[in-house]
């Protein structure tokens, strides 16, 4: 089973690429899909909206504290691959949380996981304003994702989408980055980039990530 | 014979020692729960939340059938406060959601960026009473329930010999304007209009401080909880949260240590960045309460000799962990960060699919290895 991990700031377009996304690869390449929506109030709407386009859709209500969503997402995780045993389950991060926090409970206590992708999911619209205020969010989302979409790109000069490409590629220079505009449709190479797996590829993402990921709460594993 | 006074007298002995930051008979433990309790003894959410003297009756029993405890952080639940922490509207059990269904803060623009005028010119507190009247369903009216029990839900943890702890609870404007504005309403009022958000933090912070001095003096709690996560260090740059986050928590911390009450910074998300400045705050008079993402181990580095510290089981370890890796943890946090100044508790919260008995483990470990 493979994971993919939507991060991003509240309203940066997580959602809007996940339903693209799901959509292609439940229907040009056939795979079975489970979406985890992981918003405190939205999910609902969502949940309807997804299962009417034929996804199996399983949403987390509850939590408001991200200390608190890290266990919850596990646990749903879990009970996804035992009901439903997807090929691919596509998390949207809450807006505020980090990934690395809930990687790091994932694959401590996930179970049938093969791969691993983290996708973040940058408002460069609001760059300015997020970058300055919270940095540490922003640039903590970039550096703990093996892509980086930068969207909203139709909202942005020229100039500022590739000064914001650049800052990522300085924050996390492995990170695969895209300059889209979600709304208007993702581009195929990122579709095919997560359409067709890549098993061998992504395994070996998992297993580096096992290694650079620090232990749970300060340390849990003592 | 010992007496449940008695008892009670020799666990309040060990806290306080703790928080001064010597060494007692053994490590304390005083753990914080509200929907664990509730499905762990079997209670409805939706009747949890909205019944204050029930939510203490559940606490007691759940915590006295799990093990020993010496205190218990919050006396009773009441799922009308978090709207007073975040002015929010909530979707509760029973009402907006399935009824056994854990209660969610409903975060949408509440607050216009006009309130901020309002709060500075005519105060913050006539702008409070008309935001719960108008905008938070009455919430003045909810409230008063919640108060008036809180003194007999104290009595009956004594009355067990369980210390109840912090049953207090304050925050800084920064909580209650990102929640009220909505996080991303807010953010950008820090970018564009800064100097009107902290003119408005300043006004609201005079009658916070001053509502939460009266608190202290009518429940006489052993200590208050200070906290929240939004204003946390790994969100904010250190030029907005020096500005707008910590001389808030300073005066609100002051002004409870004043009252003779402890103040317990209850800091979810990781602060480890700015842990130095917490030693501003009043020594052996503060209890660092993180929720398992602040270094705890660095925390006790920088604050050892300044701030008690309790912590910090991870929900995560509670509810997917085992018994052994509970009680690893445990011993871990008992040997490093105690024996002297330090509480054992869960970081955060117990979350609701807690493992019972990775709790009573957490509970059982002070006495197999905090003495
Ligand atoms: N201009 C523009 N707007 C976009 C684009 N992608 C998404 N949006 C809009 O941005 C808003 C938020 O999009 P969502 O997909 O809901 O974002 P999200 O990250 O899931 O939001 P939260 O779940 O609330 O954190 C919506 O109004 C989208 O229509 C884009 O490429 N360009
Ligand atoms: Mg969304």
Redo the contacts with the bound molecule.
């Keep these: 089973m493979r994971i993919i991990l939507v991060c991003?700031?509240?309203?940066?377009?997580?959602?809007?690429?996940?339903r693209e996304l799901a959509a292609h690869m439940v229907r040009a390449k056939g795979r079975r899909v489970v979406i985890l929506e992981n918003?405190v109030g939205?999910v609902g709407i969502d949940d309807l909206f997804l299962a009417g386009e034929g996804f199996q859709v399983k949403g987390i209500l509850g939590g408001c504290i991200c200390c608190q969503l890290t266990g919850e997402v596990t646990a749903a995780v879990n009970e996804i691959g035992r009901e439903f045993s997807p090929d691919a389950v596509v998390i949207?991060a809450?807006?505020v949380a980090r990934p690395g926090s809930i990687l790091k409970v994932l694959l401590k206590y996930g179970e049938g996981i093969e791969a691993v992708t983290v996708v973040d999911?940058v408002d460069a619209?609001r760059w300015e304003m997020l970058s300055e205020v919270v940095p540490g969010l922003i640039l903590g989302q970039i550096s703990e994702s093996d892509v980086v979409l930068v969207?909203?790109?139709?909202?942005c000069e020229d100039e500022l989408v590739e000064n914001i490409r650049a800052l990522v590629a300085a924050e996390n220079p492995a990170a695969r980055i895209y300059a889209?505009?979600?709304?208007?449709g993702l581009p195929s190479a990122i579709l095919e980039e997560f359409g067709e797996g890549g098993e061998q590829e992504v395994s070996c993402a998992l297993s580096e990530k096992e290694k650079s990921t620090p232990e749970e709460g300060a340390s849990c594993d003592a | 014979m010992t007496t449940a006074n008695d008892l009670y007298e020799e666990r309040l002995e060990r806290i306080l020692t703790a928080v001064r930051l010597e060494r007692p008979d053994r490590v304390p433990v005083v753990p914080l729960g509200d929907s664990f309790c509730a499905r762990h003894q079997g209670v409805k959410l939706s009747e949890f939340c909205t019944n204050p003297e029930l939510s203490n009756q559940v606490m007691l029993k759940c915590f006295m059938e799990l093990g020993e405890v010496d205190g218990i952080q919050h006396t009773n639940f009441y799922v009308h406060n978090l709207s007073t922490a975040w002015l929010s509207r909530l979707k509760i059990p029973g009402r907006d959601l399935p009824e056994d269904e854990l209660w969610q803060v409903d975060e949408v623009e509440l607050m216009s960026e006009s309130d901020y005028d309002a709060i500075i010119n005519d105060g913050f507190r006539p702008f409070i009473e008309r935001f719960y009247l108008e905008r938070l369903d009455n919430l003045g009216e909810k409230l008063p329930v919640f108060f008036m029990s809180v003194p007999s839900a104290m009595q009956a943890m004594k009355d067990h010999g369980i210390v109840p702890f912090s049953p207090a609870i304050v925050t800084i404007p920064y909580e209650l304007f990102c929640g009220g504005r909505s996080m991303h309403q807010f953010l950008r009022d820090l970018y564009r209009i800064p100097d009107k958000v902290q003119a408005a933090m300043d006004v609201a912070i005079r009658d916070m401080i001053e509502d939460a001095r009266m608190m202290c003096g009518m429940i006489k709690p052993i200590a208050a909880w200070v906290g929240g996560w939004r204003a946390a260090s790994e969100f904010i740059s250190p030029r907005h949260w020096q500005r707008f986050v910590f001389p808030y928590y300073k005066q609100m911390v002051e002004a409870v240590v004043e009252e003779g009450v402890i103040a317990v910074l209850h800091f979810d998300s990781d602060w480890t960045r700015d842990l130095e400045y917490l030693r501003e705050l009043p020594a052996k008079r503060i209890v660092f309460s993180p929720d398992g993402s602040t270094d705890i181990f660095k925390a006790k580095q920088v604050l050892g000799d300044h701030a008690c510290i309790m912590g910090d089981v991870p929900a995560s370890l509670l509810s997917l962990g085992t018994v052994e890796k509970v009680e690893e943890y445990c011993k871990r946090l008992i040997e490093e960060i105690g024996p002297a100044g330090f509480i054992l508790a869960q970081g955060c919260d117990i979350p609701p699919n807690a493992r019972p008995e990775n709790v009573a483990a957490m509970i059982a470990s002070v006495k197999k290895f905090g003495a």
């Design positions: 991003g700031f509240l309203g940066s377009g997580k959602t809007t690429m996940i918003e939205e949207e809450t807006g999911m619209g969207n909203k790109i139709d909202e889209v505009s979600a709304a208007q």
